[in-house]
């Protein structure tokens, strides 16, 4: 197919196709444990999230009716560490988005009882620390 990125497999573009307004999607890093999946997951091994990112935000776009349609895990407190891989994160929502990503971070126990709620879960091979995100489907129009 023409103007389909090549990261994205039959099974996720079936999957993005059958999700609704609204529907949520995880894009999980490598360290990402099986309590927080949905019944529908999507191997991507060898991607980082980033690309695969940047994919789905080619065909899909993020719901404008909510004020946050991108979660992000957040730091754990006392955690020293700062995701730099939001920044390329955002770069990307800039990209595709006429708002950018519009994003908030959620503590890590939370995120996962999102995520279970999900549509589905895309599993990568990302090595960065806190760089799960939630993905809410916005009105294709």
Do not use: C
């Amino acid at each position: 197919l023409k103007g389909i990125p090549s990261i994205l497999t039959p099974d996720l573009l079936k999957i993005l196709m059958e999700m609704g307004h609204s529907d949520e999607i995880v894009i999980a890093d490598g360290n990402y444990p099986r309590l927080g999946h949905p019944s529908r997951v999507v191997r991507l091994d060898g991607h980082g999230i980033p690309e695969v990112l940047d994919a789905i935000l080619q065909v899909m776009p993020l719901d404008t009716y909510v004020d946050h349609p991108a979660v992000l895990m957040a730091v754990t407190p006392g955690d020293p560490y700062q995701p730099t891989i939001w920044d390329a994160y955002r770069k990307i929502g800039e990209k595709h988005e006429k708002d950018g990503l519009r994003e908030t971070a959620i503590p890590r126990f939370d995120f996962y009882d999102r995520a279970v709620k999900s549509y589905a879960v895309i599993t990568t091979s990302e090595s960065s620390l806190y760089a799960n995100i939630i993905l809410k489907k916005g009105v294709v129009l």
